[in-house]
T-cell receptor, first 113, second 112 residues
Framework: DQQVKQNSPSLSVQEGRISILNCDYT??????FLWYKKYPAEGPTFLIS?????DKNEDGRFTVFLNKSAKHLSLHIVPSQPGDSAVYFC????????????FGQGTRLTINP | KAGVTQTPRYLIKTRGQQVTLSCSPI?????VSWYQQTPGQGLQFLFE???????NKGNFPGRFSGRQFSNSRSEMNVSTLELGDSALYLC???????????FGQGTRLTVV
């Protein structure tokens, strides 16, 4: 049973436009959500997180939106840059501070010049 | 500041053997967790250690074990290797009380 789902295996976006990556979850106990970026041959790199008490968190070009009633979160990247091409994973935890993360399958984002 | 260091980077083992992977966390991080990444199952939580104690464990058989030393360095061990254990094993470290974990580059284990 996959508790965190990223239904789009891949996404292609023009440089300078907005990239929107989506993630759905089924476990209502999840309380804290994170996005990671992964380049080939490297470990995942933390991007941004959001607590369930918020519906939006922004950090530079990256914004994460959380819709608890729909059990859905999304990552917006504006403007998209070639260096953003990577695999993006969303992850969830039952509480902030807990280390057990449940990851989605990832979405491969390609930014085209 | 040095990142999370995992050794070795690549490993080839024969079915039935055992293997030990090592992880040195970021200085000051006392929480270490391990994940397995495979094409079919994605990233899956193995276990978490803090202050030399296992705090949480994922759904893996007992062949998978780990430990943490007083300097926060951690090792994981897989005994009686199976072909399906071929994967990228990732270690992550964090400050206590913070969910945001910083990952190493991983150890690519191939079982033949």
């Amino acid at each position: 049973d996959q508790q965190v789902k990223q239904n789009s295996p891949s996404l292609s976006v023009q440089e300078g436009r907005i990239s929107i990556l989506n993630c759905d979850y089924t476990n209502s106990m999840f309380d804290y959500f994170l996005w990671y970026k992964k380049y080939p041959a490297e470990g995942p790199t933390f991007l941004i997180s959001i607590s369930s008490i918020k519906d939006k968190n922004e950090d530079g070009r990256f914004t994460v939106f959380l819709n608890k009633s729909a059990k859905h979160l999304s990552l917006h990247i504006v403007p998209s840059q070639p260096g953003d091409s990577a695999v993006y994973f969303c992850a969830a935890s039952v509480e902030q501070g807990a280390q057990k993360l449940v990851f989605g399958q990832g979405t491969r984002l390609t930014i085209n010049p | 500041k040095a990142g999370v260091t995992q050794t070795p980077r690549y490993l080839i083992k024969t079915r039935g053997q055992q293997v030990t992977l090592s992880c040195s966390p970021i200085s000051g991080h006392r929480s270490v967790s391990w994940y397995q990444q495979t094409p079919g199952q994605g990233l899956q939580f193995l276990f978490e250690y803090f202050s030399e104690t296992q705090r949480n464990k994922g759904n893996f058989p007992g062949r998978f074990s780990g430990r943490q030393f007083s300097n926060s360095r951690s090792e994981m061990n897989v005994s009686t290797l199976e072909l399906g254990d071929s994967a990228l094993y990732l270690c992550a470290s964090s400050f206590r009380g913070k969910t945001e974990a910083f990952f190493g580059q991983g150890t690519r284990l191939t079982v033949v």
